[in-house]
């Protein structure tokens, strides 16, 4: 079992920035790919950013440019950067783990509005 810990969320005004940061504890070693998705209401979830254990990342297009992911080993973390936020950034992001399984984070709400 691996556990997901999702923080970092808020309210952020458009072209601000935020950080969300997925701390991973339990069985992790073999994680292959660690990344982040999102779901905004009334939309099916979607990847935003993977990171894979030899440090490859892949995006979503609509973030390429804006939002940085990378990962602290030592301390079983993954980072999502998010800059030059939109509105329709506005969603619950969660964070993912993959082994075998995928596991998944409760998700934290990040909310772009003026």
């Known amino acids: 079992q691996v556990q997901l810990v999702e923080s970092g969320g808020g309210l952020v005004q458009p072209g601000g920035s935020l950080r969300l940061s997925c701390a991973a504890s339990?069985?992790?070693?073999?994680?292959?790919?660690m990344g982040w998705h999102r779901q905004a209401p009334g939309k099916q979830r979607e990847l935003v950013a993977t990171i894979n254990s030899g440090g490859s990342t892949r995006y979503a297009d609509s973030v390429k440019g804006r939002f940085t992911i990378s990962r602290d080993n030592a301390k079983s973390t993954v980072y999502l950067q998010m800059n030059s936020l939109k509105p329709e950034d506005t969603a619950v992001y969660y964070c993912?783990?993959?082994?075998?399984?995928?596991?998944w984070g409760q998700g934290t709400q990040v909310t772009v509005s003026s």
């Open positions: 993912n783990a993959v082994k075998t399984v995928t596991y």
């Open positions: 339990g069985s992790i070693f073999s994680i292959n790919a």
